[in-house]
């Protein structure tokens, strides 16, 4: 079924169509024999015969098999599996090695939806196996399926340790203690455990760190108070309201902490005294082999990308900034193409980033 339209906060004012299907819930009788595993769902359309057969007479659907496995953010894990032509989507289940029945860990659609996620890993030995099926005349016709699974272990169940300027006088404020940058490393940590995966684009991990800051920080009324010049006012204080505040400074320097976390090449930038606002500030990414401008609180406070991997052209166009160039690095003397952004916008990475920050 269709979900309702997402509307999502001001911080941002967009809506997005989100389609998605819940599916039934599965059980699973007793095994038949050694290497039998028989699949049954309540109330549904998967007979099951027997001898643990297919319903004969029904379209054939190709088998598809998972080919990979691999930890991409904490306790989470993404599974490959080739494409079953002419399949409507594939359900995808996780098995221990001490029991041979299978878990149900995600229902996806379409024929050319060949990865999923498990969300619930550990340290541990998994297999996973996958059952493409095609509806026809309102009923799930099912393939054949790799009964012994894939089989994976996993080493770790957490991304690995961020990197950044975590000591005294660091960009994230030259004036936080070093309990104030610990809380600040611990905010970023979390950030790239909880939304960012290992298959993410630079700009997917960019993206996601801008709505991440426009979701949970408000602008603050005093640049004086609660750290709301550093990382520390925009990913770690919060007010009566649960939210982060910061000014453009804390929204530059906590853009430059998380870009820093998700291995993005980032530089803090100040406006120089011939801008319109001569006390701005905001950040530089590299995306490939250029870099780009991103304005992190214009973004959230005008409730659009409206400065989002944009060329020093097209800021200082529509701004009124200018800076020391050649304190930083040369910035593209074109945007980003916008195609580009749109599809890391509109995909199936950022939609999981949206779902979590927004429901």
């Known amino acids: 079924m269709k979900r309702r339209l997402q509307q999502l906060s001001a911080a941002l004012c967009i809506a997005l169509t989100l389609t998605s299907v819940i599916p039934a819930n599965f059980v699973f009788a007793a095994t038949a024999a050694k290497e039998d595993v028989i699949f049954a769902e309540d109330g549904a359309d998967d007979p099951v015969l027997p001898d643990g057969s297919e319903t004969p007479d029904e379209p054939a659907v190709k088998k598809s098999t998972v080919k990979k496995a691999w930890i991409v953010a904490k306790k989470k894990a993404r599974v490959n599996w080739t494409k079953s032509k002419g399949a409507?989507?594939?359900?995808?289940?996780?098995?221990t090695a001490n029991t041979k029945k299978w878990t149900k860990v995600a229902t996806l659609y379409g024929e050319g939806q060949t990865y999923g996620y498990d969300p619930k890993v550990a340290k541990n030995t998994?297999?996973?196996?996958?059952?493409?099926?095609r509806k026809t005349d309102g009923k799930n016709a099912y393939a054949d399926f790799d009964q012994k699974g894939f089989k994976v272990t996993f080493t770790k169940n957490t991304t690995k340790p961020i990197s950044?300027?975590?000591?005294?006088?660091?960009?994230?404020?030259?004036k936080?203690?070093?309990?104030?940058?610990?809380?600040?490393?611990?905010?970023?940590?979390?950030?790239?455990?909880?939304?960012?995966?290992s298959d993410m684009s630079d700009v997917e991990k960019v993206l996601a760190a801008q709505i991440y800051m426009a979701r949970t920080c408000v602008y603050a009324a005093d640049w004086s108070k609660n750290g709301a010049n550093t990382a520390w006012g925009s990913l770690v204080y919060k007010?009566?309201?649960?939210?982060?505040?910061?000014?453009?400074?804390?929204?530059?320097?906590?853009?430059?902490?998380l870009c820093d976390g998700i291995e993005v090449d980032c530089r803090y930038v100040h406006?120089?005294?011939?801008?319109?606002n001569p006390s701005h500030q905001w950040v530089e990414v590299k995306i490939g082999k250029k870099w780009y401008i991103v304005d992190p609180q214009a973004n959230a406070s005008s409730g659009f990308l409206a400065f989002f991997l944009c060329s020093g052209q097209t800021y200082t166009g529509r701004s009124g900034m200018t800076w020391d160039k050649g304190s930083y690095p040369k910035v593209s003397s074109k945007d980003y193409p916008a195609e580009k952004i749109n599809e890391a916008w509109y995909g199936y990475k950022i939609m999981k980033v949206y779902n979590k920050l927004f429901k």
Do not use: P, W
């Open 239 to 257: 007010n009566s309201g649960g939210y982060h505040e910061a000014q453009c400074s804390g929204f530059a320097r906590g853009m430059k902490a």
């Open 271 to 276: 406006a120089n005294a011939k801008s319109l």
């Open 126 to 133: 998994y297999y996973y196996t996958v059952k493409a099926f």
């Open 164 to 174: 950044g300027e975590y000591k005294s006088g660091s960009v994230y404020g030259s």
């Open 88 to 95: 409507d989507g594939y359900i995808l289940y996780r098995r």
């Open 176 to 197: 936080l203690s070093s309990k104030q940058l610990s809380q600040v490393k611990t905010a970023v940590q979390k950030f790239c455990d909880s939304y960012i995966t």
